[in-house]
């Protein structure tokens, strides 16, 4: 732990995403002008529950039933393999001059004279800059090809609100009206009915860029939650009637049994595939064929299930975590910076290597981002303040491992408030991101589309 205080801008901001993420609970009071957040009024209900009390929560799915659901995902993970974006979240604008630091500007230990780094692999694309020693990890898959940098990704009359930025981002439009999150939006288009792990939050509430209008998303601490449940019915009772269910899949003469059949069939499937996720005396049953991170925080865990999922078949689209560490670095930013970004580094070579060994790497991308970055001055308390481009980052072995915008300098790269100016808008990320990734219209999930440069992401 370390002694970093993060401002009440972040606190309040997570109290207002938790309070909308959570059905049931009222807002806080929110200021005039401030966005509400993405997914607030989204139906919520209990899907699958486990008979310790873990559970599923399901979204905007009020329409279905629990067996449609359950039919639903079944189906999915019966279809093709489809490819799948991971988005994880630097919560509190990591401070992007640390983690590419401009050691070889000569405006940046004059500039931070206290907090300057030094040493580091070099950025090959920008000898300017270097990596941070804490996240060698992500510079090694950096020379592998496997890592696209964004050094200065953000928007024009950046908002240093933590509440209102993070919203533009989650919303993919600088705009306080949307209520539904980019990914929910792409899922609207894209999705199913049926299926609600096409969005999948991997946290105990919804990650606002996965709000939906018109198709069910879903929120789950870990994979081994994850369960089957029969009313007043476990052990081996449970196990047997579950059995005689999937017996029902066999081929009968009668279409209209061989239509439940092959339903019963398809469920049956799916339960089978669960069941190395069950946890066992409090830890998970499944295995992972390399070594994670050992950590109090549930990042690596998070990862190391979400890579076991995909390898079992189950139909994910999009997936939402936020990584560990406090970004929020007002004070004391050496320490608190580098443990979570040592940790989330770590924990994303991890999983890269666990997708590799799974066969699985050319189906997912990894998209990293922060709400912002951070000042380009260091303030009086050994940290640095709200500033305004930061850096993004595309992890896995299709990315073209091409810088998108240039680092702009310190002497004629900051705006009037000594903030770094952005290089690329993350609209045009996105936009590429569908195109390019998803294979989807642009232009029907972010508002002006056409008005953003593309990026090329892939080889």
């Known amino acids: 732990m370390t002694d970093c205080n993060h401002c009440v801008g972040l606190s309040r901001s997570r109290l207002l995403r938790r309070a909308a993420a959570e059905a049931g609970r009222g807002l806080p009071a929110i200021e005039p002008g401030m966005p509400l957040p993405a997914g607030t009024g989204l139906s919520r209900r209990s899907f699958l529950t486990h008979s310790a009390g873990a559970m599923l929560a399901v979204y905007g799915s009020s329409k279905l039933g629990l067996r449609a659901l359950e039919e639903g995902i079944a189906a999915a993970a019966g279809a093709s393999p489809q490819q799948v974006l991971v988005s994880v979240f630097l919560e509190g604008g990591a401070d992007a001059l640390s983690i590419l630091s401009p050691q070889g500007d000569p405006l940046y230990r004059k500039l931070r004279p206290k907090l300057a780094l030094s040493g580091g692999t070099t950025f090959a694309e920008d000898p300017r800059l270097h990596w941070h020693p804490a996240a060698t990890s992500l510079a090694t898959l950096y020379g592998e090809k496997k890592v696209t940098v964004m050094p200065a990704v953000g928007y024009t009359n950046a908002d240093q609100s933590h509440f209102t930025s993070r919203h533009y981002w989650e919303v993919g439009a ?13 899922l609207d288009h894209a999705g199913v009915a049926d299926n609600p792990l096409q969005g999948l939050s991997l946290d105990d509430t919804l990650a606002p860029s996965l709000a939906t209008a018109k198709v069910p998303v879903a929120s789950i601490d870990g994979p081994d939650k994850y369960d089957f449940w029969s009313n007043r019915v476990w052990g081996e009772v449970e196990e047997r009637m579950l059995e005689a269910i999937g017996a029902l899949g066999t081929q009968h003469g009668d279409a209209g049994l061989q239509a439940a059949g092959s339903v019963s069939a398809q469920v049956h499937r799916l339960r089978t595939q669960l069941v190395p996720f069950q946890a066992q005396d409090g830890k998970a049953a499944y295995t992972s064929p390399v ?48 443990s979570g970004l040592q940790l989330t580094a770590d924990s994303l070579l991890a999983f890269q290597r666990d997708l590799e060994a799974r066969g699985l790497a050319d189906r997912v991308l990894v998209h990293v981002w922060s709400e912002f970055g951070r000042r380009a001055q260091e303030n009086g308390s050994s940290g640095t303040d709200h500033g305004a481009a930061g850096a993004g980052f595309l992890v896995g072995t299709r990315v073209k491992g091409a810088m998108i915008g240039e680092f702009p300098g310190l002497a004629t790269g900051l705006d009037d408030d000594g903030n770094v100016k952005a290089t690329s808008d993350f609209r045009g990320i996105y936009a590429s991101l569908l195109e390019q990734w998803l294979g989807a219209d642009a232009g029907a999930v972010i508002p002006g589309a056409d008005s953003f440069a593309r990026s090329t992401l892939l080889t």
């Open 291 to 338: 070594a994670y991170p050992k950590s109090d925080d549930a990042f690596p865990a998070r990862l190391a299930g979400l890579a076991a999922m995909l390898g079992a078949g189950l139909p994910l689209r999009c997936v939402a975590l936020s990584a560990p560490g406090e970004y929020d670095t007002h004070s004391n930013q050496g320490p608190a910076l580098a």
């Open 174 to 186: 600088t705009s306080t009206s949307l209520r539904t999150g980019w990914l929910g939006r792409y």
